[in-house]
């Protein structure tokens, strides 16, 4: 909100001001480190910068394939779920029965599986309940609130699916209760989680033509989820392919095991998208909305050019719960779809009587590209390249960019770490993506944060997607990236 904005810049001017008289004392004008010694010796806390930074390059390392460990399928056969040392690859057959038999096949398969479903989702579903809702102490009406609102607009098909599973998996367990077992409530949320308890940070960075050397495009785009108490999450890896009848786009998500709406996807067509969270500050409302994870489902699935589903966001986007980025790249485009979600007369409304906030405090949603002009102050030096992080930047919309320290300072580093080469390599953006180190992971802001749970990378040159899956013993120095087929 620009309101927040203009306060946060007169503190930071402030602060700043405080701290050129402490470096420079009352009689200079210009801040200097002339007569300023560090503190060296043992017991000093200053470390040297350049510590946070891993260096060590990806030139030359091939991604690594892996092998299936055990195979479970439905007695149906419309699922197969594949434990691999990572992550579990979930085929999900959509071409021998309907939406609905699916999920519940789904589900079924999942309970075959060595993975214990309660006692790895449910703590992390909780989690992310009293993160939404602090005061919540038991009472869990609001988020039955959320659901019950929200599912009536779920495209039928995929409603369906979600009935399926969550009845199949509850095994008739009901209502919120945290006990490891999962609820038929519990499970519906599972698979809206980003809708009705928001996600957290993500980054994204798409390269091509002059700037990667084979002038194909390279999209990265980093999740940063909420990894559990215990990193049990890191236990729940999964991509699942989607094989759909032949009116209908296939594809592949890059997310949970049992979870069915979008937080990565790619399209048999190349139509790659991830979603973003953007904070704007003003009051929730889910009655009369729609879940944008689906929609973004339904867009890939029945599209097959990524303005066509950036385009198709973008009109939906009033219908949606929270704010939030998409990247959309095909073979020739590449977008951010800068989705506001907020209703104007709603926050008009609300701060009529305290003058705060006015129309020019209202943001728009815009399908931005390469070429679209970025707010004032904000500068990004490198053609053909497209960077997002968690805030709009077309000029004139929102700005939580400039007044959010994390949005500033990982924007910076990719403008500066993308600038250093003139073309880049697959190689190249895995290093920049995964460039600083862990030690003291959690005292900077970094793009490698110790929240990252996926990083997936589509090499559009080859067609080969690799991808970091955090394991359970955290973010880790120079991660293994895995090559998974489409």
């Not at 009033?318 to 951010?336: E, G, L, R």
Request: proline share 3%; hydrophobic share 35%.
């Amino acid at each position: 909100m620009r309101y927040n904005t203009r306060k946060n810049r007169i503190i930071s001017l402030l602060l700043g001001t405080c701290l050129l008289h402490c470096l420079t004392g009352c009689n200079t004008s210009t801040a200097t480190y002339e007569n300023f010694v560090p503190d060296v010796s043992a017991e000093s806390s200053i470390e040297p910068v350049g510590s946070t930074l891993n260096n060590e390059s990806y030139e030359g390392e091939e991604a690594t394939k892996e092998d299936a460990i055990e195979t479970y399928s439905s007695a149906d056969g419309l699922c197969t779920i594949e434990k691999k040392p990572s992550y579990y690859e979930v085929y999900l057959d959509y071409t021998g029965g309907d939406y609905g038999a699916v999920g519940r096949a789904y589900a079924e398969t999942i309970l075959k599986t060595d993975f214990k479903f309660g006692e790895i989702m449910e703590p992390y579903l909780y989690e992310n309940i009293n993160m939404a809702f602090p005061s919540i102490n038991g009472d869990y009406s609001p988020v039955q609130d959320r659901i019950d609102d929200l599912i009536v607009n779920i495209p039928e098909d995929y409603k369906e699916e979600l009935f399926g599973f969550a009845e199949t998996l509850s095994q008739g367990e009901t209502g919120f209760t945290e006990d490891g077992k999962v609820s038929y409530e519990e499970a519906l949320l599972v698979s809206m989680v980003p809708d009705t308890l928001r996600g957290t940070s993500c980054n994204a960075l798409s390269v091509w033509g002059e700037k990667t050397e084979t002038g194909e495009k390279i999209t990265s785009r980093t999740l940063e989820w909420t990894l559990g108490s215990e990193n049990q999450m890191c236990l729940a890896h999964a991509v699942t392919h989607f094989k759909m009848p032949e009116d209908r786009n296939s594809y592949m998500t890059f997310s949970v095991l049992g979870m069915l709406d979008v937080l990565t996807i790619i399209n048999d067509d190349g139509v790659m998208a991830g979603i973003l969270d953007v904070g704007t500050g003003f009051d929730y409302y889910s009655e009369g909305k729609k879940c944008y994870t689906y929609e973004l489902r339904y867009a890939v699935e029945h599209m097959s050019e990524a303005r066509s589903v950036g385009e198709y966001m973008v009109g939906e986007s009033k219908n949606f719960t929270y704010s939030h980025n998409i990247i959309i790249t095909d073979k020739s485009d590449a977008f951010v779809a800068e989705d506001w979600v907020d209703d104007p007369e709603k926050v008009l409304e609300k701060y009529a009587s305290t003058g705060e906030v006015d129309e020019d405090d209202m943001g728009f949603s815009i399908l931005r590209d390469a070429d679209t002009p970025l707010m004032d102050g904000i500068t990004w030096d490198n053609p053909d390249s497209l960077c997002v992080v968690n805030t709009f930047m077309t000029k004139d919309n929102i700005d939580n960019f400039t007044c959010v320290g994390n949005n500033f300072v990982r924007f910076t580093k990719f403008n500066t770490w993308v600038g250093e080469k003139e073309k880049l390599s697959l190689a190249d953006v895995k290093g920049i993506v995964t460039r600083e180190s862990t030690e003291r992971i959690g005292r900077f802001q970094k793009l490698y944060s110790e929240n990252v749970y996926q990083t997936i990378i589509y090499d559009y040159s080859t067609g080969n997607i690799d991808v970091v899956f955090t394991g359970t013993e955290g973010v880790e120095d120079h991660p293994a990236f895995v090559r998974v087929e489409e």
